[in-house]
């Protein structure tokens, strides 16, 4: 089984619709991350939580919000869906190995807002 | 603040020659670099990191990626290419310490041609 799984894998809403995408790890790790995938911009930071009461706005979360419900899920909600948050989103978690942490990352959620 | 920058949106080498996939980067703090490949309709996964304890870092199915700080430079490297690694390429900086916040560059594709 997957260590992080994101559902849905694809998603197609309409402009205005309040829609969620959801992340679970079996992992253990206490943080965990969302990010959108737009080609030729890479991947840009959305919100991240260093644990389950902590919850920071990332490079680009207006538009956004999300929900930590527990320590092996973090939910990312649109509140009312643009055509431009159609994207492929993200979710990692992360350990702490050391001066580093590596960032696992799910499958993606393609969302197309029409 | 810390920027990466990735020469080429898209690559194309023959079978069995070499890759090279360049990556520079902007940090006024000793930076901590990444690359991830993402395979098609696939998350990101960690091909190798910087963690200051050698130069020339090697990684997951033998590539490889030298940092070299007076070109601020951290270029992607394998001496054969194989048909399955074509996908997209991406070279990630965090800041030292445990923040957790990775930026990505735009990304690099990757195609190998038979």
Not at chain 1, 39 to 60: A, M, Q
Not at chain 1, 68 to 89: D, G, M
Not at chain 2, 50 to 65: D, H, P
Not at chain 2, 66 to 73: L, M, Q, R
Request: proline share 4%; glycine share 8%.
């Amino acid at each position: 089984d997957a260590d992080v799984t994101q559902t849905p894998r694809n998603r197609i809403t309409k402009t205005g619709k309040r829609i969620m995408l959801e992340c679970s790890q079996t992992k253990g790790h206490d943080r965990m991350y969302w990010y959108r995938q737009d080609p030729g911009l890479g991947l840009r930071l959305i919100y991240y939580s260093f644990d389950v009461k902590d919850i920071n706005k990332g490079e680009i979360s207006d538009g956004y919000s999300v929900s930590r419900q527990a320590q092996a899920k973090f939910s990312l909600s649109l509140e009312s869906a643009i055509p431009n948050q159609t994207a492929l989103y993200f979710c990692a978690t992360s350990d702490l190995q050391g001066p580093l942490e590596t960032q696992y990352f799910g499958p993606g959620t393609r969302l197309l807002v029409l | 603040a810390q920027s990466v920058t990735q020469l080429g949106s898209h690559v194309s080498v023959s079978e069995g020659a070499l890759v090279l996939l360049r990556c520079n980067y902007s940090s006024s703090v000793p930076p901590y670099l990444f690359w991830y490949v993402q395979y098609p309709n696939q998350g990101l996964q960690l091909l190798l990191k910087y963690t200051s304890a050698a130069t020339l870092v090697k990684g997951i199915n033998g590539f490889e990626a030298e940092f070299k700080k007076s070109e601020t430079s951290f270029h992607l490297t394998k001496p054969s290419a194989h048909m399955s690694d074509a996908a997209e390429y991406f070279c990630a900086v965090s800041k030292s310490g445990n923040t957790g916040k990775l930026i990505f560059g735009q990304g690099t594709t990757l195609q190998v041609k038979p």
